[in-house]
């Protein structure tokens, strides 16, 4: 292989690894605990947001360009669909919700109500029948290419979370998380991502939300 490929190969990854990660310039705004507690919330829900496009990188598509990346958000959402392949926004969701409602003692509300907005105000506004609100939204969800070995992929995951009071309309906290798994040898090939209705990438993408559910506890949450 020439020099010149190589240089492409790595160019074209660590892009797309910079994309794929939904990088975005959020700070973890952690809770304020005691602030929390004197605003005696009652209640919690949850968002529901559509399930977002998922981006399929292979190395062939890698070449067309903006082509290629329309190729592989349609693969990528073929995968999803026929493999009924869940956002784990909603796994992160319900998890941390629980969490939530057991340490501040809340009620859990429901609503199938959706909502595509990031501004408090809307979310507090489409769900104000609950005091507090957690909305997770899955910021990417992809598999890509290594730099170095085109045959064999990662599965990446990126989330926003922010906990909404209604009453006022507020941010109450908010998070990011990233999910970038670095290189390893038992990496899965294309094939094994989505043999036997696309079991490994279900299982790398809730090892996934499993990190963030971790990062949000810790780092947002003070759980």
């Known amino acids: 292989m020439t020099e ?10 660590f892009a797309a690894t910079l ?23 009652k209640s919690i829900t949850v968002t529901q947001r559509e399930k977002p496009d998922f ?11 903006i082509f290629g990346a329309a ?6 959402n073929e995968i999803v669909e026929q493999n009924h392949v869940e ?9 941390l919700r629980k969490v939530l409602a057991q340490k501040y ?3 859990v509300a429901e609503s199938q109500q959706l909502i595509d907005s990031d501004n408090a105000a809307d979310i507090a506004r489409t769900y104000h029948d609950a005091d507090l609100i957690l909305d997770i939204e899955t910021i990417n969800w992809s598999f890509v290419y290594y730099p170095t070995d085109w045959d064999n992929y990662r599965v990446i995951y990126s989330a926003k ?16 998380c990233a999910s970038v798994p670095e290189e ?14 696309a079991s490994v990438l279900k299982t790398k993408l809730r090892s996934a939300a499993d990190h963030c559910i971790q990062e949000f506890e810790h780092n947002v949450l003070a759980i």
Not at 71 to 76: F, L, N, R, Y
Not at 184 to 197: C, D, F, G, K
């Open 4 to 13: 010149g490929k190589i240089m492409f190969r790595k160019s074209i990854a």
């Open 161 to 176: 979370l922010r906990l909404v009071d209604a009453r006022n309309e507020t941010t109450l906290a908010e998070g990011f």
């Open 105 to 107: 003692q809340l009620s």
């Open 55 to 65: 981006s399929a990188m292979t190395a062939g598509k890698a070449y067309l360009g």
């Open 19 to 41: 994309i794929l990660s939904g990088c975005v310039s959020t700070n973890n705004i952690p809770i304020d605990e005691a602030k929390l507690t004197s605003a005696q919330p």
């Open 71 to 76: 190729a592989m958000i349609s693969e990528g």
């Open 184 to 197: 390893e040898a038992s990496a899965p090939s294309y094939e094994e991502l989505v043999e036997n209705n």
């Open 87 to 95: 956002d784990p926004a909603s796994y992160i969701s319900q998890t």
